[in-house]
Structures are given as structure tokens and as C-alpha cells.
């Protein structure tokens, strides 16, 4: 396997979504609390990136072995990264267990130095990150896998870096759980927005391969709506966030981004083509990403 393979099959490229809502994590807490972690953080960023890349080529390795009738078949050689490049299916599920495996044992260390609520949303997230593409009915097949791939990369991450820096000196409470969850929804809505237009792109294809995503269920036209409510809704939360005074006010200069993102936004609307247009919801991603932590990391050194 050389390296540009290996890259493609844990999807190198879409690591933005995980290590975004950990850096707006470390600007949440030291723009709230003063006070960071580094060795901590340290570890838990790198048992984020192996799971991360575990959940992606547990994604390809699920696609691939359950593509079993003629028109899947001719998928799996032709689409499947591991089809198209001959990978060896068993060498993938060895590579993707101990990307797991070391992810897994850096985050018992994490909890046994930090205390139980760590191992409730490590557990969480292990558990939506096999289910997604794994067990009898994927999450990643259903209408509910834009909100839990959403949910667990753009708020889970963001959560645990919060309390892997403040566990020793404040409490996990219902209004720290609220305040995060707004300061991340920028993130969250970006992620799930992501994931909708990936499955937009891919509504027939999903048929013939038996998933029902919830463009199935509400129709394209409609879904093409959720995909530009959700940008609303994360500008929102920002907005939000600022005024509750949990983000900085430089935080505000990412509202710029709405220009680039809303003209992606109307392009997409056109045409639903993934190798033409998906990349336009992967740019939005990017385009927010970058606006949000230099916004935020400035009004962080200016504060």
C-alpha cells in the first residue's frame, strides 16, 4: 500500500472535521476559564486521529464485505477504494483494529487519570463510530446519520477537550453541556451539512444499495433546504455564543465566510453531482473551519 493510498483510504482530507471542534474546544476553555491541559490534549488529539481514520477505513471495510449481489459487486470494484486498488481485505481489518486498539488504550489512560464521565463519551463515541458503518443497520443508512455524525464530531470532540481541561477544577453541569453545545454548533451543523450532501449526490445510488437516508424519506428538493438551514443554524449558534459572551466579539469576523459559503450554497442547488459538486460542501467546511478558529483564536489573543 504507498502512502497516497493509505491516505485515501482513511480520507486524510476530511480530518478537518475532527480537528476543528478540537481546537474550538482549547479556544472555549482558554477564553473561559484560562487554563489548558497540554499533555492531555496532546494525547487525546492523537487518539482522535486514530479513531478518526479507524471509523474511515471501518467505512470502506463495511461498504466492501457487504456489497455482495451483482450491481453492489460491480460497486465495490469500480467505487470501493479497496476494490479498485486490490487492497488485502484481511491487512484492512488488521490496520483498522490497531488504529482502534491504540486509540482505545490512550483513552482508559485518559480516564483513569481524569475519572468516569471521560469513559461515558469515549464509550458513546466508539459506539456511534462503528455503528455508522457497522451492525445489522448502519447509521450511515438511515435518516439519523447526519444528526449522529454531526453530534459526535462536532460536539463530542469539542466536549471532551473542554473537560479533559477542566475536570480537576469545575464541575460537568447542564449550562457548561448548553454552552458547548452552542459554541460547537457552528461545527456540528457544518459536519451533518457535509454528510447531507454527500448522500444528495449519492440518492440513487443509496437506493441500489438498499440505504434509506433521510433524502429518501423527505426528497431532494427538500434536503436541498435542510443543507442550507443548516449553515443558518451554526451562523446562529455563533452569534449566540458571542452574545452570552462564551466567544469572544472578534469571533463575529467569520460571519464573513457567509459570502463564499452562500455562493457554494446556490451552486449546489444547480447541480447534485458528487465528483462536480460535492466538493462545494467540503469547501464550506474548510471556508468555516479556518474563518472560525482565526476569528476566534484572535479575539482569544486580543481578550
Known amino acids: 500500500m ?110 483513569w487519570v481524569t475519572g468516569w464521565p471521560l469513559l461515558v463519551m469515549g464509550v458513546f463515541c466508539f459506539l456511534v463510530g462503528y455503528l455508522y458503518a457497522g451492525g445489522p443497520k448502519p447509521l450511515s443508512g438511515t435518516p439519523t446519520g447526519e444528526f449522529f455524525a454531526g453530534f459526535t464530531m462536532g460536539y463530542m470532540i469539542m466536549l471532551i477537550t473542554v473537560y479533559l481541561n477542566l475536570y480537576q477544577t469545575h464541575a460537568l453541569t447542564a449550562a457548561l453541556y448548553a454552552r458547548v453545545l452552542l459554541a460547537s454548533g457552528v461545527a456540528v451543523t457544518a459536519i451533518a451539512a457535509l454528510l447531507l450532501a454527500n448522500n444528495i449526490c449519492d440518492a440513487q445510488e443509496d437506493l441500489d444499495l438498499n440505504r434509506t437516508t433521510i433524502v429518501y424519506f423527505i426528497g431532494k428538493r427538500a434536503a436541498l433546504w435542510l443543507f442550507a438551514g443548516f449553515y443558518l443554524v451554526g451562523y446562529l449558534c455563533l452569534v449566540l455564543s458571542v452574545i452570552l459572551g462564551d466567544l469572544p466579539v472578534w469571533s463575529l469576523l467569520a460571519l464573513v465566510s457567509a459570502i463564499p459559503v452562500v455562493k457554494n450554497i446556490r451552486a449546489f442547488f444547480r447541480v447534485q453531482v458528487k465528483k462536480q459538486t460535492f466538493i462545494l460542501a467540503v469547501r464550506n467546511l474548510g471556508i468555516l473551519a479556518l474563518s472560525t478558529v482565526v476569528a476566534e483564536g484572535l479575539g482569544l489573543l486580543l481578550s
Not at 29 to 50: E, Q, R
Not at 67 to 79: M, S
Not at 85 to 96: Q, T
Open 2 to 111: 504507498t502512502v497516497n493510498i493509505f491516505l485515501e483510504l482513511v480520507e486524510i482530507k476530511a480530518k478537518i472535521a475532527s480537528v476543528w471542534p478540537f481546537l474550538l474546544g482549547l479556544i472555549f476553555v482558554a477564553f473561559n476559564f484560562h487554563h489548558l491541559n497540554w499533555g492531555l490534549d496532546a494525547l487525546f488529539f492523537l487518539a482522535m486521529l486514530l479513531f478518526n481514520m479507524a471509523v474511515d477505513i471501518n467505512d470502506n471495510y463495511q461498504d466492501y464485505t457487504k456489497a455482495d449481489d451483482t450491481q453492489a459487486a460491480e460497486w465495490k470494484r469500480h467505487t470501493n477504494i479497496i476494490g479498485v486498488h486490490h487492497l488485502n481485505v484481511h491487512g484492512i481489518f488488521v490496520l483498522m483494529a490497531g488504529f482502534a486498539v491504540v486509540a482505545g488504550l490512550i483513552g482508559l489512560y485518559l480516564v
